[in-house]
């Protein structure tokens, strides 16, 4: 491992392939978020092993000779850690473990990992092990060391059977465990939803890491942890939000990723059971990001998966200040790419066509904070009049500010 601003880093290369499902330009945006996530779990990656093959192969997930370049690579130089983009098979993983001699973990365990230790309340400490346990099971065979004894002793194994057997055993013991554990802080979450009375409930989401805290203090005037990381938050926090002198509840929630393990969306049922209950949808996007279209889509897939899809939404697209693009030369005649679209470019694009209201703002500096606030107020106002339409004439917006 190797020293880095005091903290201990693991040493790590990265593999990815080129498929028919997955252009280079795509990889290349998948690796570089998978770099970030491996700095978020606590990784400095030394390189990146890239590959064209049709699919993955079933053996190694990368051809034979490739493989025995990356075991050549992490024996000279060091390497704690292989991680690669893909879920790995379990088959897959053994198969490597056993040629590189290296411990090496998929984007799903990568996820896994970073969600164990970013849960604070016991909570989303309980849902990370849930989902920790289910990925595991089926890998048992593949693991190097064995399962501290939890249950055993005389009279506990029964004749012939063997270590696996047993931890298989303990670790199905343990998720019944903790899907029971959840299910009671499943009906007490459900309680307290329904004891927040009947205020309009507003609910952020979006990617990981475009901002939903730093926008959640803003508003909230609150202290949500916010940093520039993946992951930041995963515990849910709800505050109640005044503008003009329209109260409503405001939720931040757990970010979305592209490729998201299916492990941690049903382990997180309840945390997402806010983004499915709530009235609005306040959709963040990080418009600095090459790639925040394909974010959007992402988080779409998601909001469909939980059904949460057809609530009302307000697009808002953060991190302006940090918005860049590359203007043509005049006489540049080469096709002109997202590169070179200009941030009132994109305004006139798909967007102004969108049936959900959009607006453009900087948490960080608090820019274009009154329209969005007021886009906010009309659409809570709307919802909150179909609800009570004998008292809208209470509620009149000003900017507090």
């Given amino acids: 491992m190797l020293e880095k601003k005091d903290h201990l880093y693991e040493k790590a290369v990265l593999v990815g392939l080129v498929t028919q499902n997955q252009d ?55 390497i704690d850690t292989v991680i690669f983009d893909d879920e790995l098979s379990p088959s897959q993983q053994k198969n490597l473990e056993r040629e590189m001699e290296v411990k090496i973990i998929d984007r799903t365990n990568l996820i896994l990992d970073i969600f164990a230790q970013r849960a604070q309340t016991s909570y989303a400490r309980t849902q990370v092990e849930l989902a920790q346990y289910e990925y595991l099971l089926p890998r048992l065979t593949g693991m190097w060391t064995h399962l501290e004894r939890q249950r055993g002793g005389i009279g506990m194994r029964g004749p012939g059977e063997t270590e696996i057997e047993t931890d298989r055993r303990i670790i199905r013991d343990r998720i019944s465990l903790l899907k029971e554990k959840l299910k009671t802080i499943d009906k007490q979450m459900a309680t307290q939803r329904n004891n927040r009375g009947k205020l309009v409930r507003a609910a ?148 102004s066509k969108s049936e959900h209201p959009a607006v453009f703002i900087s948490a960080l500096t608090k820019e274009n904070f009154p329209e969005m606030k007021k886009l906010i107020y009309d659409e809570v106002l709307k919802i909150h009049i179909s609800r009570f339409p004998y008292n809208d004439f209470l509620f009149e917006y000003f900017d507090e500010d």
């Fill in 24 to 78: 280079e330009e795509k990889l290349r945006e998948y690796m570089d978020e998978l770099e970030f996530l491996a700095f978020t779990a606590g990784a400095a990656v030394d390189k990146r092993f890239t590959q064209k093959l049709p699919k993955p192969d079933p053996r190694t997930f990368v051809g034979s000779g490739k493989a025995d370049e990356i075991k050549t690579y992490v024996k000279e130089n060091e």
């Fill in 204 to 351: 952020l989401v979006g990617y990981t890491n475009v901002g939903k805290s730093t926008l959640m203090n803003a508003i909230s005037k609150s202290e949500v942890f916010a940093e520039n990381k993946l992951f930041a938050t995963l515990d849910t926090t709800v505050r109640k939000v005044v503008i003009g002198n329209l109260p409503f509840l405001l939720t931040d929630t757990v970010g979305f990723i592209r490729k998201l393990p299916t492990q941690l969306v049903e382990s997180f049922k309840s945390t997402l059971d806010e983004v499915r209950e709530a009235d609005l949808l306040l959709h963040i996007v990080d418009i600095s990001h090459p790639s925040f279209e394909d974010h959007i889509a992402s988080v779409n897939d998601i909001l469909q998966e939980i059904d949460a899809h057809r609530k009302p939404t307000v697009m808002i697209f953060n991190k302006i200040d940090a918005f860049a693009y590359e203007k043509k030369d005049e006489d540049d005649l080469t096709p002109a790419t997202k590169k070179n679209i200009s941030l009132d470019e994109w305004k006139k694009t798909w967007m």
